[in-house]
């Protein structure tokens, strides 16, 4: 694996770990908010929704980047 691709996959992995610790004090907050008037929690669990979102990109180039990884060795032994 290149300096490129592993130092890829360290920020990857953190990405992903941190999207999740956001998303889930998103919703907490929302449930927080939930009395509040206007859209406030409404907006904060859409934000978590987003955020997972984001997080489900990020595992699918998590996922690219190991089957590449996997391919390149496949090819070169």
């Not at 449930?31 to 008037?37: E, F, N, R």
């Amino acid at each position: 694996m290149s300096d490129i691709q592993e130092r890829l996959r360290i920020l990857l992995d953190y990405w992903i770990e941190h999207n999740h610790e956001h998303e889930e004090e998103f919703c907490d907050w929302a449930d927080k908010a939930a009395s509040l008037p206007g859209e406030v929690a409404q907006q904060l669990q859409e934000a978590a929704a987003r955020m997972a979102d984001a997080s489900n990109c990020l595992e699918k180039a998590r996922q690219a980047l190991v089957e590449r990884k996997e391919g390149h060795k496949d090819v070169h032994g």
